[in-house]
């Protein structure tokens, strides 16, 4: 298995105000793909509404959503949003289960112990020598956790559904049509290296959609792009069922896509630029 711990530091953190890591965690406005993770002083984000650092994506997931405590200042593990063999049979109950309960479970842990590390670091009771690494940790784990909080949402049972309205125009104006974003968004995910992830994104300079590829939990970052669509590539998310087969993991994944969820998204991402 390729899936070691390996988060290189890519993820833009930008940590402003040490008491705002402390009193509002990192992650809590944020819903960017490992960007503008830090609310302002006056908890933007805590509800869902406000932007981040970078002025985009900031209703994309609320601090509830990413199951931030803010009496503890740690982050705890959302539940799945529908029942683990609800995916079945695209998604099998066992990937489900494991993926969810030690993998998301894994991020969300590491991601506290960096945020505790770094605090202890600027306290001045922690080795300053580690920054680097706990840096690092920090950018892999918190993508890790806010990948999996976004991908869980990506998903729901029952029919397979399609884009349509505002979403679907943007994706003719920018892929042609939606079976070449398709065609696209499925070969990118499928090329990945290693392990990583597919994003379909939207891009708030040139105002378009793009499709990205993402290596780990946050290499290969476009800065200030908003997460739309994603699919987890790493083999842990599909081995048990489709071994090497990732093209016909991909393929099922496609048709739990809630497009609902990604045109909320879309539209939220769109008009807070
Ligand atoms: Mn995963």
Redesign the pocket.
């Known amino acids: 298995m390729s899936e070691q711990i390996d988060g290189i530091g890519a993820g833009g953190v930008e940590a402003g105000r040490d008491a705002v890591v402390d009193r509002r965690g990192l992650l809590a406005a944020a819903g960017g793909l490992g960007l503008g993770l830090a609310a302002s002083a006056s908890g933007a984000g805590l509800g869902g509404g406000r932007a981040g650092v970078l002025g985009v994506a900031g209703s994309i997931l609320s601090a509830q959503d990413l199951g931030f405590d803010e009496a503890s200042g740690e982050y705890t593990l959302p539940a799945l949003p529908y029942a683990y063999n609800a995916l079945e049979p695209h998604i099998d109950e066992q990937t489900m289960r494991i993926?969810h309960d030690r993998?998301?479970a894994g991020y969300v842990n590491g991601l506290n112990k960096a945020l505790a590390a770094l605090k202890e670091i600027r306290l001045g009771s922690g080795d300053a020598g580690l920054i680097q690494h706990w840096s690092r940790q920090l950018s892999f784990h918190g993508g890790?956790h806010v990948?999996?909080t976004l991908?869980w949402r990506n998903m729901r049972p029952g029919e397979m559904t399609e884009p349509k309205g505002p979403l679907l125009r943007q994706m003719e104006s920018d892929f042609g049509s939606y079976s070449q974003f398709l065609l696209h968004f499925k070969a990118a995910s499928a090329a990945v290296e290693g392990s990583g992830w597919g994003w379909l994104v939207w891009e708030p300079v040139g105002s378009q959609l793009m499709v990205l590829q993402m290596q780990n939990q946050q290499q290969m970052l476009f800065t200030g792009v908003v997460p739309l669509l994603g699919v987890?590539v790493?083999e842990?998310?599909y081995y048990l069922k489709y071994q090497n087969r990732r093209m016909a993991y991909i393929e099922a994944f496609c048709r739990v896509i809630d497009w609902d969820e990604v045109a909320r998204r879309f539209e939220s991402a769109k008009g807070s630029a």
């Open positions: 993926h993998h998301h890790g990948n999996h991908f987890d790493w842990h998310a």
